[in-house]
């Protein structure tokens, strides 16, 4: 499965990493979205940080992380707004998945259309994990 990750430094640096075992039967040299800066994975200091989830065709074809990272620089949305924002284009396309996303303050959320998305947070305060959708 995947594991993606965000991350956020003393100095307000942001990071993302995402890396994925692919989908279940999918074709020889297949290349799915995580590798794909933009798609699943992008980061740029002082305004977000993503790693993403799901069907790889449909991440690919809304480049969800950067448009994530483009909705909260120009348009100035939240990055839940934004995530929320690129998920529902997948979603419209018939894809499903999640992301977790950071700001360039260290605010965080983790945006999915699928049932669940295993997640956990980790800061100097504790940690926190997730399976389903929150009460
Ligand atoms: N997004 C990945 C892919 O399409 C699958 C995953 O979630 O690991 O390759």
């Known amino acids: 499965g995947t594991v993606g990750a965000v991350a ?23 290349i799915g979205d995580s590798p794909l800066i ?9 305004v977000c940080a993503v790693s993403a989830t799901g069907h790889g065709e ?8 950067k448009t994530i990272c483009a ?32 700001d360039g303050q260290g605010g965080y959320e983790y945006v999915f259309n699928s049932k669940g998305m295993y997640r956990g947070m980790i800061d100097p305060d504790g940690i926190e ?5 929150q009460e």
Do not use: H
Not at 38 to 46: D, E, H, I, L, R
Not at 58 to 65: D, E, L, N
């Open 8 to 30: 956020i430094d003393q100095d307000g640096n942001l990071a993302a990493a995402t890396t994925t075992g692919g989908m279940t039967a999918k074709a020889a040299g297949r």
């Open 129 to 133: 994990t997730a399976i389903f959708e």
């Open 38 to 46: 933009g798609a699943a994975t992008y980061a740029q200091n002082g």
């Open 71 to 102: 909705r909260v620089e120009l348009a100035g949305e939240s990055v839940g707004d934004a995530a929320q924002s690129a998920l529902d284009q997948v979603a419209e396309l018939g894809g499903d998945g999640g992301v977790v996303v950071i």
């Open 58 to 65: 449909y991440f690919i074809r809304v480049a969800v992380a």
